[in-house]
């Protein structure tokens, strides 16, 4: 290559890492600026955080509720366009522990970039919260589970949604590359088990899968996918899981199958289903998150 080519090379990759670099400050500077939002409305510093998916929309007459911020309040913040996910912060206790949960979560089928789907949960990390129980409602692939069980969350397979960790590193928040070995904290899920004994809930643990959706999936998939080592699916979670352990965050989490997937059963799916079955065993759902999040408020 003579030096001619040599100059266009390089400054085709400066001007690359210039588009990089400013890439990196946008979605940085969006979460400071939603930080800067939400503090002027709240000074309130929580210990847990808590993501309600689907059966946990009501969760909000467990807590002591100090504040509420609809996400339409704060500028540049994601709103969900989904039925039956509401969207707003709330911010209160549980057992005396300070938490904020989040009542509607975005999907990245929305839409949205896939920093958009990850924002609120950081923003939550931003605000103070360490630890972090994610809850969604998600389809059984194991020929074991049956619509109305539990599930904590041991470890999960992404590989078919974007990482919300491509592009340049944001180094306020965490390594380039982060290990993901334990990304659901093995002491959080004793703490799991623990609550669910106390409170008598039967509860099933596995392997989550996240996919993009919206469409549910087909049979092929659905087989596809035990034989990946897949005991549950669904179209959240996973994502919002990676980003809180870049930034260290301590994470679990909990599904509701709330129907089986494509193909085990001759009946077509529906998100009828998924809500109905999701609002049927709520207040088991609410019984076990609420033990668990004063588990949490009591760790070293």
Request: glycine residues 10%; hydrophobic residues 45%; negative net charge.
């Amino acid at each position: 290559m003579g030096i001619c080519g040599i100059i266009i090379v390089y400054a085709l990759q400066s001007k690359q890492s210039k588009r990089g670099g400013l890439r990196m400050n946008a979605i940085y500077e969006k979460l400071m600026n939603c930080l800067a939002q939400v503090r002027k409305k709240t000074d309130f510093v929580p210990e847990v955080a808590l993501v309600l998916g689907s059966g946990l929309g009501g969760y909000a007459r467990n807590m002591e509720v100090a504040c509420e911020i609809p996400y339409s309040e704060i500028e540049g913040f994601p709103v969900s366009t989904v039925p039956g996910h509401d969207g707003r912060y709330i911010f209160g206790f549980v057992g005396g522990v300070p938490m904020v949960a989040m009542k509607g979560r975005v999907h990245y089928y929305e839409g949205y970039p896939i920093s958009d789907v990850v924002l609120p949960v950081r923003l939550m990390g931003l605000l103070g919260a360490k630890k972090l129980i994610l809850t969604n409602a998600a389809g059984g692939i194991d020929l074991s589970f049956e619509p109305g069980d539990l599930m904590a969350i041991r470890d999960h397979i992404v590989s078919f949604v974007p990482s919300p960790l491509v592009g340049p590193n944001i180094e306020e928040l965490g390594t380039r590359f982060p290990d993901m070995s334990r990304v659901y904290d093995p002491a959080l899920a004793a703490l799991i088990e623990e609550a669910a004994a106390e409170e008598g809930i039967p509860l099933k643990e596995g392997v989550y899968l996240q996919t993009t959706g919206p469409q549910f999936e087909t049979p092929a998939e659905i087989k596809a996918f035990r034989r990946l080592g897949a005991n549950a699916v669904g179209m959240s979670t996973a994502v919002e899981a990676v980003a809180a352990r870049h930034m260290g965050l301590r994470v679990c989490g909990i599904s509701c199958i709330s129907n089986m997937a494509a193909g085990i059963l001759d009946q077509p799916l529906t998100h009828a289903e998924v809500q109905e079955t999701a609002d049927r065993v709520a207040d088991r759902f609410e019984r076990l998150v609420s033990a668990l999040i004063v588990k949490l408020g009591n760790m070293d």
